[in-house]
Structure formats: structure tokens, C-alpha cells
């Protein structure tokens, strides 16, 4: 018996398997068309060594040009040597970058450090740019620190590889954004807006785009998802981004003996000026894992543009110190420890799916989310008052500043570390715990969760959370009922009982008083009935329940349903 094969048929089917496996790449925000470059601290350097050289920053755009470093570039700036090649940073070893590594770029002496990536990108056909770069600028001086400079081959010095006739610069003066282009011999500043984290360790999203606008292209500037000031003045679209795209670091000018020591952790480059929306993924992907809270109001979407990771119109008081733990498959992200790098915080507040808030997020300790898309984001009130004030009716105290968190998919487990050291009212014989509810006001399906551990003033918490919920912390709460027992002579015996037990007790089950049913087993459970209290219509008084979307059981008192804590559940 022969076997034919269809060729077409096997051509077409590695046609489509090559299609899908094509689909499948990562890429920023899930945003892979007409990608360029996107370099990354966390992968890509050949290294894990702290302060070791990366001389091939390795691009993880399938297919695209690595970044060279220190490549001299005769007729505009030198070789700064091997010495001044960028380092890898391990993420223990520098603040404020969620846990995640970066390379560190200096300059010295009037060179410029940093990296080229050559062949010819962007090209004169397409004349669209849009870049982020993921930095600190820990120097605030009164020239550009971190750029990028996109270099054409025509140039009066023939000798030039990058051409100072048509460069167009982009990066910061002071603490202002600004447009540099030698072609027109100017800057243009994008309005009088101030980007306050240059000159600080707290790090930014900086990122530019274009828009065509008849011949000229206008250029815009954009920090944490914001767009600052106004177009700058038009400028020739023609020849104007052919050759290679910088990645830099510059110190001031020659003869100065400074070293500016700024820190990247992504750089991302695309030949095509973004919609809105792919703007908003890829800011949302680096926002979410370097701990960055972007300009509010603005939701962070995942890959697929159409799960809200954080809805900042659920509880506009709460758009602030914006972070979370995150696992995202079309955008490579797998955050698994964070906290948010804003440093108006009187209380630092980790979270991680391990009981671990100090090594890197990629040790191999932490534990992995199970489901694609699984996103756990905070934001708080931003209450900066810290004296604590009483908890409502019950006993104890709370701090003033709370969160809401917001959940997508199962994110089992979560640990967190509340940092209370700056609130002088908790002493360390104190009794911490975090208070959860439904409600802003902590009211409504209040738990509270005593902590598993209270040393220099932090406090660890363990609790799977199993929808939106607001929560802070406080201490001496009570957590169980203190309500007198009952006293007297009971009313009845119980007279029906159900037991697994080959030798019962004697008179049982007479001899439990006030019951009307007693069930007794050594190795089984009592099942009750598993729903959720919106699936009942009509609930009375006193129904029980085990609530499947909440993970509790619940109560219903006559009113509202509420789950079942240490408390006296009235």
C-alpha cells in the first residue's frame, strides 16, 4: 500500500505552524509590530556578576541588531576605552528598581559611554519612531545625562559615521525634557514642565514618539505615561533617521571628570509612530514591573489590551503608589516580589509569593503563578498622617493609610512585609495585624489577620486574596468573640445525633445540652452546602453557607451576608 503526500498541504501546514510560533514571540506589552530594538537588564547581558562589563547588550527582538558598547565614532566622539564599557548591576546591589537589575552607564573625561546599534534602523521609508527607556538619572546637571541619538550616513564629513548634520537628540537638560536636532542647530524645550526624578535614584519611564505632520514631523515627549508640553517646532522628515540609534550617556562636556553612573533597566524602540492604546500596554508592562506608578487617571492594561489590570476609575482615591505582582506571558513578565519606588511613603509596603522581600525577583525561590494573565495591583489613599486612630466600634487601632488591591485570575498565597517602623505609635509588644474588607471604610466583610511575624518594626502577613478588597493595619484588634457564655440551666437536651464512632459516649447524644442535631466522626468532615450568596434570591436569617467566589464561609444576619471570622459574627 503506497502513501501519498500532499506537498501543498505540508508547505501550508509549516506555513501555519511558523505563523503561530511567530505569534507566540514576547514582546513589550505584548506589542510586537515593527519592533526594533528591546534590550533588557534581566536577560541578554552574559552575565550576573555585580559590576562586571557588558560589552554586547544582546537585543531580544528575534532577529534584530545587538547593542555595541563604547564603538568610537570617528568625527564626533572617542573610544572611552575599556574601562568605561556599562556594568550589570544585580538588583540587591542598587535601590529602586523592584527587585529587577540594570546596567549602569558612565562617562568621564568628555566621552560618551554607552551603546550603537547599527545597520541602517530607522529607515528613510518609514520615518516613525517610538522609544521608552526604563532609567535614573542620578546626576541632575546642565546637559543632557541619558539620550538617544538617531544618526544618518549623509553628513558634510564624509569621515563621520553617525553625521553631525542630521542628528536628532533626545533626552534632558536640567530637569526638563528636551528635542535636540544638529540639523536645525537648536533645542527645543517640551514646555516649562519639570520631570522631578531627574537628579534622584527614583527611576522613570522616558519616552518619545512623532507624528507626521504634512512634510515635517512634530516630536512629543511622554514621563510615567504622560505627555508633557507641546509638539516641538516641525522638522524635516526627510533623511532624517537613517544610519543607527545611540543608547548614551553624556558627562558634560570634555575635560569634565565627573561620572553620572545613570541606570537602565529596558530600552525599547519601534519603527512606527503607536496608537494610544499600544502606547498604554507597553507603558502599563514597565510600570508593573519596575514598580512605577503612571500618570493618573489611566488604567494599566495587560498584552491583550482588553483585561484592565487596574481600573483607576474603581476608587479614584486610590490611584496612588500604584505596583504589583504580575504574570503576563505576550510581554515575558513574571514579577514576583515588588513594592512601589515612590519615596513619599511614610510606610513601604512589599508583596511576594514567597515569604521572601529581600533577593531578586528572579531567585529562584519564589513561587510561580500557575495562569496566564494573573495580575495582583495596589494603589493606596496616599494619607501621609501617621498617627493611628481608632478602629471603628471594635477595639484597637489603624494606621491611616489604606489600600485597595485588585485582582485578575488566581494569585493563590500572598505574603506581604508592612514596614511600620515611621508610625511611633506601634510599640514592639504590640499585637499587628492587617484588616481586610469590601469597603473603603472597613466595614463590610471585615477579616483580620494576625501576623505571622513582628521584628524592627516590620510586620509579615500571610492571606490569599480573593477578590477586590481594601485593607490596612493596626494593632491590639481583638480577633475573637469575648462575650460572656451562657449561664443557668439549659432549656433541652439535644435528642437526634449521627455518629461514626463504634463506642459512643454514654446518654449521647442526651447529655449535649441546647442542640437539635449532633454529628460526631474522627476522619470525616461535615460538607455544607457550596454556593455563592448572590446565587440566593431569598436568604433568611441564620443561613450558612460556603461562599466559592469569596472562599469563606458566610452568615447571613438579616441584612448582609458576611463571611465567618474570629469575631462574634453579629
Not at 528591546?38 to 531580544?60: F, H, I, L, M, R
Not at 544618518?152 to 526638563?176: D, K, L
Not at 436569617?541 to 461562599?547: C, K, R, S, T, V
Request: aromatic letters at 10%; one cysteine or more; a negative charge.
Amino acid at each position: 500500500m503506497k502513501t501519498y503526500i500532499n506537498e501543498k498541504a505540508v508547505i501550508l501546514l509549516f506555513l501555519m505552524l511558523s505563523y503561530e510560533l511567530g505569534a507566540q514571540l514576547p514582546a513589550p506589552g505584548g506589542v510586537s509590530g515593527n519592533l526594533q530594538v528591546w534590550v533588557k537588564a534581566d536577560a541578554g547581558t552574559g552575565t550576573a556578576t555585580d559590576n562586571s562589563k557588558v560589552p554586547v547588550w544582546e537585543n531580544q527582538r528575534s532577529g534584530g541588531v545587538n547593542g555595541i558598547a563604547n564603538q568610537g565614532m570617528p568625527g564626533y566622539y572617542a573610544d572611552p576605552g575599556v574601562g568605561a564599557i556599562p556594568a550589570y548591576r544585580t538588583a540587591p546591589s542598587i535601590p529602586n528598581f523592584n527587585f529587577n537589575p540594570a546596567i549602569e552607564i558612565v562617562s568621564t573625561n568628555g566621552y560618551r559611554s554607552g551603546y550603537k546599534f547599527p545597520l541602517g534602523f530607522p529607515d528613510n521609508t518609514t520615518n516613525a519612531m517610538t522609544s521608552y527607556t526604563h532609567l535614573t538619572r542620578t546626576v541632575s546637571g546642565s546637559y543632557r545625562t541619558v539620550f538617544v541619538m538617531n544618526g544618518t550616513a549623509r553628513s558634510s564629513n564624509v569621515s563621520s559615521v553617525a553625521g553631525i548634520w542630521q542628528s536628532p537628540f533626545f533626552g534632558s537638560q536640567g530637569n526638563r525634557p528636551e528635542f535636540y536636532n544638529e540639523k536645525e542647530s537648536g533645542d527645543v524645550f517640551f514646555g516649562t514642565d519639570i520631570i522631578n526624578t531627574i537628579g534622584t535614584d527614583l527611576p522613570s519611564i522616558q519616552s518619545y514618539y512623532n507624528r507626521l505632520s504634512g512634510a515635517n514631523m512634530n516630536y512629543l515627549f511622554g514621563n510615567n505615561g504622560k505627555e508633557y508640553g507641546q509638539p516641538s517646532n516641525n522638522v524635516s522628515s526627510n533623511f532624517n533617521y537613517p544610519g543607527m540609534v545611540l543608547l548614551m550617556d553624556n558627562d558634560g562636556g570634555s575635560g569634565s571628570t565627573s561620572l553620572a553612573g545613570d541606570r537602565i533597566g529596558e530600552f525599547i524602540l519601534y519603527s512606527e509612530t503607536q496608537t494610544e492604546t499600544e502606547r498604554q500596554r507597553v507603558n502599563s508592562y514597565l510600570a508593573v514591573k519596575y514598580g512605577i506608578t503612571l500618570v493618573q487617571p489611566q488604567d494599566y492594561l495587560a498584552s491583550d489590551e482588553t483585561i484592565i489590570t487596574w481600573n483607576s476609575g474603581l476608587n479614584t482615591s486610590f490611584n496612588n503608589n500604584i505596583f504589583g505582582l504580575a504574570k503576563d506571558d505576550a510581554s515575558a513578565l513574571n514579577q514576583l516580589v515588588t513594592n512601589s519606588i515612590n519615596t513619599e511613603n511614610n510606610i513601604m509596603l512589599t508583596v511576594s509569593t514567597n515569604n521572601d522581600f529581600i533577593s531578586a525577583n528572579s531567585s529562584p525561590g519564589r513561587q510561580n503563578f500557575l495562569q496566564d494573565k494573573t495580575f495582583l495591583i495596589m494603589g493606596d489613599n496616599n494619607v501621609q498622617n501617621i498617627a493611628l486612630v481608632n478602629n471603628g466600634t471594635a477595639t484597637g487601632q489603624v494606621i491611616q493609610r489604606i489600600w485597595l488591591a485588585q485582582r485578575t485570575n488566581n494569585t493563590g498565597s500572598t505574603w506581604l512585609q508592612a514596614d511600620l517602623s515611621a508610625y511611633t505609635g506601634i510599640a514592639a509588644t504590640d499585637q499587628v495585624s492587617m484588616v481586610v474588607a469590601d469597603d473603603s471604610g472597613l466595614s463590610q466583610n471585615v477579616q483580620v489577620i494576625p501576623a505571622t511575624g513582628f521584628t524592627g518594626g516590620k510586620a509579615v502577613f500571610n492571606y490569599p486574596f480573593p477578590a477586590n478588597k481594601y485593607f490596612t493595619f493596626g494593632i491590639n484588634i481583638q480577633t475573637h468573640c469575648t462575650k460572656d457564655p451562657a449561664v443557668g440551666t439549659p432549656n433541652e437536651m439535644t435528642k437526634f445525633g449521627i455518629t461514626a464512632q463504634s463506642n459512643k459516649q454514654p446518654n449521647w447524644p442526651t447529655n449535649i445540652p441546647n442542640g437539635f442535631m449532633t454529628l460526631e466522626s474522627r476522619n470525616k468532615g461535615f460538607v455544607i452546602t457550596r454556593t455563592t450568596s448572590a446565587s440566593i434570591a431569598v436568604p433568611v436569617e441564620g443561613m450558612l453557607i460556603f461562599d466559592t467566589a469569596d472562599q469563606c464561609f458566610k452568615l447571613y444576619n438579616g441584612t448582609v451576608w458576611n463571611c465567618i471570622t474570629r469575631s462574634c459574627n453579629d
